[in-house]
């Protein structure tokens, strides 16, 4: 009888009993991933990269988590392999090499990421997959300094006293001190040794770019070492602001891209793809559209004249032209001295 109840139960289910069986075993086969963003990009990766991949891959759920890198990465660090509940995403280069010498990433190749062949040698590295680049160069006010910015070591004129904003925990500008001094990108005490001499052109410690771009709108502060796409961006917003890419380059910043080790092999498969579809033309110029970030992919040409602002001189805002006009900084060794860096700063500049 209870035999009979159930097969009349199944029978009457039908087609939907068979639904439902589908259903679990699609449930059984489908692949998590989580993965990590940085603040404000979760609109242009769901639009340009997850939802396309969603629609030729439907196994795999995407769980976009928008983050700093330092909160992604301490998460990260917390979690054994076999727990970790973010399976690849965004990071900055100093923790992109933090994580190498903790073993955080799987490494990629351009067999798993075959858009990485578009990716200039150059601008490459053996921390993460490049996703696009940032330029960390020096913004300025044009109506106080209409003749422009040409050296990291203009910063050092005594028509700036007072002028000057600085990092007190962002190291690139201390690098390039020690750059345009004849120094290499490891010798940043020849870089603080200058900023030294020149202090007094110090009238503000940076908390936050809306902050710094607020002064130098008003004139408080005439130059700072700053970035690229925010300068643009703010810039293009009617704020008073222009951008130079000093003579001896501007520092390369490059947002990465990383798998975490510890993912199953198809969260793997699917991190990868999530790369490539990153790196993808689409995506690469979406990227540039949203941010003013220069694409990864050399294949990847913009309309750089939407991010023409003063100053920003025959910059086209292409992988091959960032070849030429930054700087590569050794962000291995700056990651393994951030608190010598910070002392010197502090001792010496406070």
């Not at 976009?64 to 900055?92: C, F, K, V």
Request: one cysteine or more; charged letters at 20%.
């Amino acid at each position: 009888m209870q035999r009979r109840t159930f097969s009349t139960a199944i029978a009457a289910m039908g087609c939907g009993a068979l639904s439902g069986v589908s259903t679990l075993a699609e449930a059984q086969s489908s692949t998590n991933v989580a993965f990590a963003l940085f603040p404000g990009y979760r609109e242009l990766m769901k639009q340009h990269v997850f939802d396309p991949y969603n629609k030729a891959n439907p196994q795999v759920n995407i769980s976009p988590l928008e983050g700093p890198a330092s909160q992604t990465y301490a998460q990260l660090l917390a979690s054994p392999p076999s727990s970790r509940s973010i399976q690849g995403g965004m990071m900055n280069d100093a923790l992109s090499w933090a994580g190498v010498n903790t073993k955080l990433w799987d490494p990629m190749t351009i067999k798993d990421v075959p858009n990485l062949a578009k990716v200039p040698a150059a601008l490459r590295n053996d921390a993460g997959i490049p996703w696009v680049f940032n330029a960390f160069g020096i913004s300025y006010n044009p109506e106080k300094m209409p003749n422009g910015i040409d050296s990291w070591n203009d910063l050092y004129s005594p028509s700036l006293k007072g002028k000057v904003a600085m990092w007190p925990a962002y190291f690139d500008a201390y690098v390039m001190a020690a750059v345009a001094a004849g120094g290499g990108n490891t010798e940043i005490e020849k870089g603080i040794e200058k900023w030294k001499k020149a202090k007094d052109n110090i009238g503000m410690w940076i908390t936050s770019i809306a902050e710094l771009h607020q002064a130098m709108h008003r004139g408080e502060i005439w130059a700072a070492p700053d970035y690229l796409s925010t300068t643009v961006r703010d810039a293009k917003a009617g704020m008073k602001l222009a951008m130079s890419l000093p003579v001896e380059g501007a520092v390369l910043n490059t947002y990465q891209l990383e798998s975490v080790s510890g993912n199953s092999v198809a969260q793997r498969q699917a991190v990868a793809g999530l790369i490539n579809s990153s790196l993808g033309d689409q995506a690469q110029a979406a990227a540039f559209e949203a941010a003013y970030l220069t694409p990864a992919n050399a294949a990847v040409k913009v309309d750089a004249r939407k991010g023409e602002i003063p100053g920003l001189k025959g910059y086209d805002f292409s992988a091959s032209e960032a070849v030429k006009r930054f700087y590569k900084v050794d962000y291995k060794w700056v990651g393994a001295n951030g608190s010598k860096i910070k002392k010197l700063i502090e001792d010496n500049l406070h």
